[in-house]
Structure formats: structure tokens, C-alpha cells
């Protein structure tokens, strides 16, 4: 779930910790270098409507996974469960709630969506809020509210929901229990964690699962006048330690733990944190953030633009590095209702592709770091058409947007997109036979709503590069370097090929040759992504390369042309292999 919070309460970034070696990029099966794009699914796990999964069914879990699949590209998801569901007496595990997730796991799995197991909570526990509230929470079961003696909830003056972290007692005095295992909550959490862990093991297609999220958002209840940090040291990662004991136990330690920071971290404000002060996690921990524009969220009236994120993604890169492990970004977005969120979501997933902007992209693309992996929030295929009591309050029957505390922010609703689809399907290098130098996408999504609206390309080429420049104008384009492995790993460089790029019409310019239209063999070959009925993947075939040789291939949509010139592609593969030995 994401926490709409007030300027004070921007979100955390993410992280993804490799399977075998810290700081490297995840690696697939074969060796290559992945990145995970996709979306949480979903804050309908909030609701008791929803028996507090992400669906209804299993066969609406497989309409979701199908398409968001094709409709997006979408490898991996972020799936929510609640603690409430796993335990809900102190004495059950409710085995059945387990089984209906694994279930509904399988679908995604089933079609090549790799899947984060998020333990989701917002401001603790629905049972911490009276029936007539402005406000709700979620996660914690009831008897483990009733193990306490908290004060009636009360939020003050809030303008948003998530400031109940700073000001609501009941809110606060629950949390400040758990991390020092008052009544022996702590144990109780991990131990039901033991059990989900045991169940679902080989219950879900576990080569496809990356690992475990212990807890969305960590707020601390009380720092007791020590600093934020010194409540990681203290508090959370202690807590993700013995989380991580219980998955070695279990059957899990070779996934990681996909560790979160306090929530308060990448704030303007609030309580400082990131777990800057901790000894490096290495690669059983994955650096576990999100990002929301508290700014933009409350008092600042500008919209976003070319680079307005890279600070702040860039901030969760130099982190994971710092903590010698991978980043995951597991939430990001902005609420549908706001006319500046289709650039803002843009601008957000740009930073995601590079440190770059797109104006310095082309002069500065050796420095482009890391592609981050991330799920936006969120896939809620329930969007406008919800019956949730909140609170359990028959009188307050949520039904419009997210039906939580007043949020709308899926970006599928009705079966459709609400975005400009160019914002959403993305080209992206989802498989790295090597590692990446550089990478910078343009979408040329417009400003409006459901593709509505201005069109302003972002990732500028230099007119130096004349041929390129003319190529790549006015169009969707990609540009990715890479370099060959000391080993070859007999597998190709593989891009997700988004559907506005049309097949007979992609132009592929690269050292390994040039290509106006796509056929599904060669060594710059179009295929299906799998699992998929219509998304497809560019496959680029190093076979036969040295040790250490850079590649570079740029990937047009020339969609409004039925060929792009011989002498054209030409003159454009000579700029492009001249910029990139610079590299």
C-alpha cells in the first residue's frame, strides 16, 4: 500500500538484492543481468470485501495477470497479504487464506511474472479506528489490538491519511508495542511468518518468487527522543534479522529480504533513517523502497518535466550501493485524480531508466548507472467498483476509487489503462547477456489522461548527431549499451518491445547490424514474451562476441513511415557505434 503522506511523509525507495553477489544487477537462471518492471497487486488486500487478498477468485487473478501481461510488459508484481489474514486468532493459521493466495500467485507465475510476497499494513490495524472515523488502517488482526490498552484514535488535523503516524496515539502506541515485542506481538508475527513461509513454499512456483517484503512501510510508534537511525539500529533491523532467520528455517534462504527503511527516510521532512548507519546488508537483504513527491502531493503547484526524479531515484541507487546490495523501487505513483500524474509518472519511471536526464543523456551516458527494477502502485482490476464497509461501518459503504481512505490510484480501471499506454508499456532491458552501460528511453507519453493532451520528447539527441537525430525525431526510441561477460552465457540481450512499436515497422540499429521491420529470426529477431498472447520481446544475439565488447543497439518506432532508407540506417549505425566506443 502506499502512503499518501504530507510533505513530512514521503515514501520509501526499494531495493533488490542479487541471488549470488552484492552490488552486482539480479541475475536470471542463464546469468544475465534482469530488470523487473510491474505493479502492485493490490490495495484491495485492505478489504474485507475482498477477504483481504488482491482478488475475488482465482479465475479474476488470471484475468489481471493476462492483462497486465500483454497490455504492459509487466515481469514481476508486488502481491499483498495481511498478517490478519495469515493469523487470525492468536492459536490459527488460516491455512485456506494461504492456499487461495498461492493460487492466485500461480497465475502470475504461470505467465512469466516474477512475484515479491509484500506483508502489507497501513497505520497498523483497521481495529484501531472507531466506526465513524475519517480514516482506517490495515494489517494487524484484532486480538492483537485487544492485547493492548490503547487511547481512542484520533488523527488531530490531518490532511492526510498517513499523518495518523505522527499524531494518533492509538496509531502510535501500537507500533512502539511491536517493535519491542510487548505482549509478545513480535513473536507472534514471526511465528505466523514461519508458518506462511512453511505453506507456501511448495505450494507457488518458487524459482519465480524473489523474496519476502516483512513489512510495508516501517514507522517506529516513538523514537524516545533517540534519532531515526539509531531506531533502525535498534528496533528494525533486529526485526529484519530474525525475519531472515525465519526464512533460512523455512526452506527460503537462498531469496532475500526485501528490507524497507523507516518510512520517514526520503522526506523533506520527519525523521532521518535509509539505514545509513548500519553495517552493509550484502545480498541476503534487498535495499526495499518507495517514492512518492510529497512535494507535489501538498503545496508545490509545478508539474513535472525532463529529470524532475533523479535526485531522488538516484538517492535510492547511491544507498543500495552503499549497503553493498541491489535497489527495488516496490512503490511509486501518484493518485489519478491530479492532472499533472501522467508526467509525473513519466518523469518518475525515467528516473527509474538512468541518473540521467534526457537532456544530458547523449553527452554524459557513461555515467547513465544502474536500471532500477519497481512496481508501481497499483492494478486494482476492482477500481470504481468496490461495496467495502469501512471501518465495518454499514452506514460508510466505500465504492469509488481505491474504496481505502479516499485513494484512486490504479491505473487500470474498467479493463482499460487510464494512462497514456506509452507511460505504462515501456521498452525496457528486461535480460542483460552482460552488463549494462547505459540506458535512456524515450515514450513521447502525452500530459493528459488516457493518451489526451501535449506531446513533448524528453531525451533529446545532440545535433551533432545528425543522422540519429533525424531518425530518432519525433518518435519513441531506446537506446542500450551493454557489454559482453568475461564468459559467454549462450543467451541473447532481450528488451521488452512495447505494443505501440509495431513489429513490420521497428527499426534496430547496432553493431550487430541494422533492421527496418522485425522477423522472428536472426540475430536482431522479434518474439512473444512468455506467458503472453501478444506482448513480444527484442532478442539480440551476441553469439561469437569477445570477452569485454560493448554493444549497442538503438530501437525506433518508425510506425509513421513504411521504411526508413538503407543510406539512412547507414549513416545512423556509423554515429551510433562512434558514440558508444566513448563510452
Not at 71 to 93: F, H, K, M
Not at 434 to 456: H, I, K, N
Not at 466 to 492: D, K, M, N
Not at 510 to 532: F, H, K
Request: net charge neutral.
Amino acid at each position: 500500500m502506499r502512503a499518501l503522506f504530507v510533505t513530512l511523509l514521503l515514501v520509501v525507495v526499494g531495493v533488490f538484492v542479487p541471488a549470488q553477489s552484492a552490488v552486482a544487477a539480479p541475475t536470471d537462471s542463464r546469468g544475465r543481468e534482469i530488470v523487473l518492471r510491474g505493479f502492485n497487486v493490490s490495495g484491495s488486500t485492505k478489504l474485507y470485501e475482498n477477504g483481504l487478498l488482491p482478488f475475488r477468485s482465482t479465475a479474476d487473478a488470471a484475468a489481471a495477470a493476462a492483462r497486465m501481461r500483454d497490455l504492459t510488459g509487466a515481469n514481476v508484481i508486488r502481491y499483498l497479504i495481511s498478517w490478519e489474514g495469515v493469523q487470525p486468532a492468536r492459536d490459527r493459521i488460516d491455512t485456506a487464506y494461504l492456499d487461495r493466495a498461492a493460487a492466485q500467485i500461480r497465475e502470475f507465475t504461470d505467465r512469466g511474472i516474477r512475484v515479491l510476497i509484500d506483508y502489507h499494513q497501513d497505520l497498523w490495524s483497521s481495529y484501531l479506528f472507531n466506526q465513524g472515523s475519517w480514516y482506517t488502517g490495515d494489517g494487524a488482526p484484532k486480538w492483537a489490538v485487544d492485547a493492548g490498552s490503547y487511547p481512542t484514535e484520533s488523527c488531530g488535523i490531518c490532511i492526510l491519511w498517513g499523518q495518523n503516524m505522527l499524531t494518533n496515539n492509538a496509531v502510535r502506541g501500537a507500533a512502539y508495542d511491536f517493535w519491542r515485542n510487548r505482549y509478545g506481538l513480535q513473536d507472534a508475527y514471526l511465528t505466523q511468518a514461519r508458518a506462511m513461509l512453511t505453506h507456501l513454499r511448495s505450494r507457488v512456483d518458487y524459482p519465480m518468487v524473489l523474496g519476502i517484503d516483512p513489512f510495508n512501510e516501517p514507522f517506529d510508534g516513538g523514537l524516545d527522543g533517540a534519532a531515526g537511525t539509531t531506531w533502525e539500529a535498534n528496533y528494525l533491523l533486529p526485526f529484519y534479522q530474525r525475519f531472515r532467520a525465519a526464512m533460512d528455517d523455512t526452506g527460503w534462504s537462498d531469496r532475500p529480504v526485501y528490507a524497507e527503511p523507516l518510512v520517514f527516510w526520503n522526506t523533506t521532512f520527519g525523521e532521518a533513517g535509509g539505514l545509513s548507519t548500519i553495517p552493509p546488508l550484502g545480498s541476503r537483504y534487498v535495499f526495499n523502497s518507495h517514492y512518492y513527491d510529497g512535494a507535489r502531493i501538498t503545496l508545490d503547484p509545478t508539474a513535472a518535466g525532463d529529470g524532475t526524479y533523479s535526485a531522488a531515484m538516484n538517492r535510492i541507487r547511491d544507498r543500495a550501493t552503499a549497503l553493498n546490495t541491489t535497489a527495488f523501487v516496490s512503490e511509486f505513483g501518484n493518485r489519478m485524480g491530479s492532472s499533472r500524474t501522467p508526467w509525473m509518472i513519466r518523469s518518475m519511471y525515467q528516473g527509474l531508466d538512468s541518473r540521467l536526464s534526457g537532456a544530458n543523456f547523449w553527452t554524459n551516458a557513461k555515467n547513465s548507472g544502474t536500471v532500477l527494477s519497481a512496481t508501481q502502485w497499483q492494478w486494482d482490476v476492482y477500481s470504481g467498483h468496490h461495496n467495502e464497509l469501512m471501518n465495518r461501518n454499514p452506514n460508510k459503504v466505500q465504492t469509488t476509487g481505491d474504496a481505502w481512505n479516499g485513494e484512486d490510484h490504479s491505473v487500470i480501471a474498467d479493463g482499460a489503462l487510464r494512462l497514456d499506454p506509452r507511460v505504462l508499456d515501456r521498452l525496457f532491458p528486461s535480460a542483460v547477456a552482460g552488463s549494462t552501460v547505459a540506458f535512456a528511453y524515450e515514450d513521447l507519453a502525452r500530459e493528459g489522461f488516457a493518451g489526451s493532451g501535449r506531446q513533448q520528447a524528453w531525451l533529446t539527441v545532440p545535433a551533432r548527431l545528425t543522422a540519429i537525430s533525424g531518425l530518432t525525431s519525433g518518435r519513441q526510441y531506446g537506446v542500450l549499451v551493454w557489454r559482453e561477460p568475461p564468459a559467454a552465457l549462450g543467451a541473447p540481450t532481450e528488451l521488452h518491445l512495447p505494443a505501440s512499436f509495431p513489429t513490420g515497422r521497428t527499426v534496430v540499429v547496432s553493431d550487430l547490424g541494422t533492421r527496418s521491420g522485425l522477423t522472428t529470426s536472426g540475430v536482431i529477431a522479434v518474439g512473444t514474451e512468455p506467458g503472453a498472447t501478444t506482448a513480444r520481446r527484442l532478442l539480440l544475439d551476441t553469439a561469437g562476441s569477445a570477452a569485454g565488447s560493448v554493444h549497442v543497439a538503438l530501437v525506433v518506432n518508425a510506425s509513421d513511415v513504411a521504411s526508413v532508407p538503407a543510406a539512412t540506417l547507414t549513416a545512423a549505425r556509423t554515429e551510433l557505434l562512434a558514440w558508444a566506443a566513448t563510452l
